[in-house]
């Protein structure tokens, strides 16, 4: 059987998840989030990441709104910040910047 937490460095993509700034969650996350609150899939992402002890560092570094989303709906109103950056925790001071 493999052992996944020697596997597990960072994970990066396009996981479809709003990830947002509830206290709950700290310190997973941080609050440099686009999103008020976090949907169902982004909490399946942020139990994944405690679980495994990870960090969602997409959401760690401070960055202008104009920097963060990546999804744009048609008529411009609605935007995501989707994609998101996992990273353990004891190599997460390595990590200087993220943006998608």
């Known amino acids: 059987m493999t052992d996944y937490r020697s596997i597990i460095r960072k994970l990066l993509g396009?996981?479809?998840?709003?990830?947002?700034?509830?206290?709950?969650?700290?310190?997973?996350?941080?609050?440099?989030?686009?999103?008020?609150?976090?949907?169902?899939n982004g909490e399946r992402l942020i139990t994944f990441a405690i679980l495994k002890n990870l960090l969602v560092k997409s959401v760690y570094v401070e960055h202008k709104d104009i920097h963060k989303y990546i999804w744009v709906s048609p008529d411009g109103k609605?935007?995501?910040?989707?994609?998101?950056?996992?990273?353990?925790?004891?190599?997460?001071?390595?990590?200087?910047?993220?943006?998608?």
């Not at 990273?87 to 390595?94: A, D, F, I, K, L």
Request: proline share 2%; glycine share 4%; hydrophobic share 25%.
């Open 14 to 40: 396009d996981f479809n998840t709003k990830v947002g700034r509830e206290e709950k969650y700290r310190p997973t996350i941080d609050k440099y989030n686009l999103h008020e609150k976090t949907n169902n």
């Open 78 to 100: 609605t935007l995501n910040q989707i994609d998101h950056v996992l990273v353990q925790r004891r190599g997460q001071t390595n990590i200087i910047d993220v943006r998608s």
